[in-house]
């Protein structure tokens, strides 16, 4: 069983920068990939980033050149650093983990439902961004 808490979120400008953390019970070496994802009241819950143990990673279109993904795995921790932050963004960001090899990089941004291929998920953290 695998654990994962989220913190980072806050409230922040047009503009401006957060960079969250994903703190996992443990990381299993056999993980296949580790991803966020976001949801906002009235939408359904789309991926923002992967990255995988090779270090590969993916980007929704909608955050690339902006969101970085990354994965200490010493310290069982992900991250996500957002910068030119946007009030589009605002959402509920989770973090999820697939042990099961269900996933790929690439099925963040082709597959419909993606987020069924993860079966691990945390409790979120809240991003706001205003105008």
């Known amino acids: 069983q695998v654990q994962l808490v989220e913190s980072g979120g806050g409230s922040v400008q047009s503009g401006g920068s957060l960079r969250l953390s994903c703190a996992a019970s443990v990381i299993p070496a056999r993980f296949s990939c580790m991803a966020w994802f976001r949801q906002s009241p009235g939408k359904k819950r789309e991926g923002v980033a992967v990255?995988?143990?090779?270090?590969?990673?993916n980007y929704a279109n909608s955050v690339k050149g902006r969101f970085t993904i990354s994965l200490d795995s010493a310290k069982h921790t992900m991250y996500l650093e957002m910068t030119s932050l946007k009030p589009e963004d605002t959402a509920m960001y989770y973090c999820?983990?697939?042990?099961?090899?269900?996933?790929?990089?690439?099925?963040?941004?082709?597959?419909?439902?993606?987020?069924?291929?993860?079966?691990?998920w945390g409790q979120g953290t809240q991003v706001t961004v205003s105008p």
């Open positions: 999820a983990l697939d042990l099961r090899g269900m996933t790929t990089v690439g099925a963040l941004t082709r597959k419909v439902d993606v987020e069924r291929d993860y079966e691990y």
């Open positions: 990255i995988d143990r090779d270090g590969d990673t």
